[in-house]
């Protein structure tokens, strides 16, 4: 059967019988405890080992040249490993790409835990900047099982547990530091994180779903009739125009109503990882194309701006205190804290202000993205640190409600269906910011310690304009795809 065509579900019965997907119950509004404890573990560990790394290598007899090379080796590696590994989670299916991840970066921290050369501790980096993806298939994992008017509030609280363990992490690291061989033992602790993890995503039974909720119809089972609206993967003008419906591949359908399969309402999809080599590579490279000849470059470039433009605020923070305002490493040091913590407390936020906004996530994209950069505005040109303490404490709250509105955003266009692909690309994105960010950084320190937060606010203010010419644009095409819909009822 082709693989356009689609099948529909019963309202009245799938849609509620995905509250127990992967036997996980998932309350309207609340995030699994199991993704909670994986994505707060997983920060943890690898913020063990992060601060350590620059100090390890130079202590293997690097000299600062390479060891910036070597330091530069993760996050290349990201850039290109990032869209295919999600895209390959899309094709194979998140339980068995989540896994391998885990045990390939395990493996990594491992080799790391015993470099006692260069060559091994690049060797080391190589399977963790090839498959450290973990959050982003959870990520994408999570959108699979809710419905888009929960996703915001879930993803907040799934964020929000992975900076709680970014927090607690350098406390450990530095605490194991202090003793004899203290890198390795971290380094080992970080290895043994991941088999943890792991093991937790093993307990997910192996199908797994490839749709979502439609929590409208679900509350609403008994309603009269169920429209024959059929779904259309297509792209037009290069983007995916989806139908708001639950929608099933018939490939999929067919493999629900095998036998030894779950009936009435469940779309289960086995694990596709058997399946030969080349034909997975040729899924994933025509989701990648899919996605590269998209229309979302908008929406793919705010990100990039956005990101490159907060990494120029932290780029320089601790050197700028001190010149600007003679604050010792020590208090700039809390200060940093105070902002991590208010970021990880502002991912349960995300929520009620997606509530507040109702839904309209262009317009608290665009109202997020002024008020970021706003604030990096006053911290540039903050008289007094009292002014940058003021600017810090809502510069938290608003950096993590942007990134939880660019990532729902890519969702609500891309469509659920190829998340794995579209969370990839965009921490792609998010990579050639961090590659792009230092040397901006560097360059704009030549003439103020206020440089790089300067250059910050003009990027952040190209968003703004591009935001503003984009959104009436992407308004236009829903009220079009929403009246095509009325049509075909």
Wanted: glycine share 8%; aromatic share 8%.
């Amino acid at each position: 059967m082709s693989n356009n065509s689609t099948w529909l579900l019963n309202p009245a019965t799938d849609c509620c019988m995905l509250d127990t997907m992967f036997d996980l119950h998932v309350p309207v509004g609340l995030t699994p405890p199991l993704f909670l404890h994986i994505s707060l573990q997983d920060l943890f560990g690898v913020s063990m080992i992060i601060p350590l790394l620059s100090h390890h290598v130079k202590a293997l007899g690097a000299s600062p040249t390479v060891a910036g090379i070597v330091g530069s080796t993760y996050g290349i590696l990201q850039l290109f490993s990032s869209t295919i590994v999600g895209s390959w989670s899309d094709v194979v299916g998140r339980r068995y790409s989540l896994l391998t991840c885990l045990q390939l970066s395990a493996l990594g921290y491992g080799l790391l835990g015993m470099s006692t050369s260069i060559a091994l501790f690049v060797l080391a980096r190589i399977p963790v900047g090839l498959f450290k993806h973990s959050l982003s298939i959870c990520r994408a994992l999570l959108s699979d099982l809710v419905s888009a008017s929960e996703r915001p509030l879930v993803m907040g609280h799934f964020n929000a547990a992975s900076s709680v363990g970014f927090i607690l992490g350098p406390v450990v690291g530095g605490y194991l530091t202090e003793r004899e061989g203290g890198f390795y033992t971290s380094s080992f602790t970080c290895a043994a994180i991941f088999i943890i993890n792991a093991g937790l995503v093993w307990m997910i039974p192996q199908s797994e779903t490839l749709a979502d909720r439609n929590d409208t119809v679900c509350r609403n089972d008994t309603s009269a009739g169920y429209h024959e609206n059929h779904f259309s993967k297509s792209v037009q003008n290069g983007s995916h125009t989806n139908s708001h419906h639950p929608l099933l591949t018939a490939e999929t359908q067919q493999e629900s109503t095998s036998p030894g399969k779950h009936q009435g309402g469940f779309r289960w999809r086995d694990v596709s990882f058997l399946q030969p080599v080349w034909k997975q590579l040729s899924s994933v490279g025509s989701r990648i194309h899919i996605v590269a000849s998209s229309d979302m470059w908008d929406l793919f470039l705010v990100r990039l701006l956005m990101a490159i433009a907060i990494m120029l605020y932290y780029s320089n923070f601790s050197l700028a205190m001190e010149e600007r305002f003679s604050l010792k490493p020590k208090m700039t040091g809390y200060l940093i804290s105070y902002s991590s913590t208010l970021g990880a407390l502002a991912g349960f936020l995300v929520g009620p202000v997606t509530q507040l906004y109702k839904n309209n996530m262009p317009a608290l994209l665009l109202h997020s993205t002024v008020l970021t950069c706003t604030l990096i505005f006053l911290y540039a040109a903050a008289p007094n640190v009292w002014q940058v303490l003021l600017t810090s404490t809502f510069f938290a709250i608003s950096t993590t409600i942007g990134r939880t509105c660019i990532t729902d955003l890519e969702l609500q266009r891309g469509g659920v269906q190829a998340s794995g692909t579209l969370i990839g690309a965009g921490q792609s994105v998010t990579a050639v910011g961090r590659i792009l960010a230092p040397l901006l950084s560097g360059l704009a320190q030549e003439f103020s310690p206020c440089g790089p937060p300067s250059l910050g606010v003009v990027l952040a203010l190209a968003a703004v304009a591009l935001l503003l010419i984009r959104i009436p644009k992407w308004d236009a095409r829903e009220m079009t795809k929403t009246a095509k819909l009325r049509n075909s009822k």
